[in-house]
């Protein structure tokens, strides 16, 4: 089983910064991609940034630029940098991490809790 664990949510004014963390943990054999998504009050949950194991990155249109996700291997954890957030950009964010538990079975996505970001003067 994989864990998921976001943090580092919060409010903040508009122009600011917030870093994002999401932590992988349990039993797991290999990480295929973490990606972040995020969903405000009624809307559908959109990806925001995405990063492969490989190292190749992927953003939302209205985040480049402005977002950019990392990764620490060795932890196990992904990180999403927020700067010149917006109004817009408050939702709730979510962690999706691609894992596979055993070498050879196919990838599952395991979610997190999500955590909560509010831009807001």
């Known amino acids: 089983q994989v864990h998921v664990v976001e943090s580092g949510g919060g409010s903040v004014q508009p122009g600011g910064s917030l870093r994002l963390s999401c932590a992988a943990s349990g039993s797991f054999a290999s990480i295929s991609a973490m990606i972040w998504h995020r969903q405000a009050p009624g809307n559908q949950r959109e990806m925001v940034a995405a990063?492969?194991?490989?190292?190749?990155?992927n953003y939302a249109d209205s985040v480049k630029g402005r977002f950019s996700i990392s990764r620490d291997y060795a932890k196990n954890t992904a990180y999403l940098q927020m700067n010149s957030l917006k109004p817009e950009d408050t939702a709730v964010y979510y962690c999706?991490?691609?894992?596979?538990?055993?070498?050879?079975?196919?990838?599952?996505?395991?979610w997190g809790q999500g955590t909560q970001v509010t831009v807001s003067s």
């Open positions: 999706n991490v691609v894992a596979r538990t055993v070498l050879g079975r196919p990838s599952r996505d395991y």
């Open positions: 990063m492969a194991s490989g190292g190749g990155t």
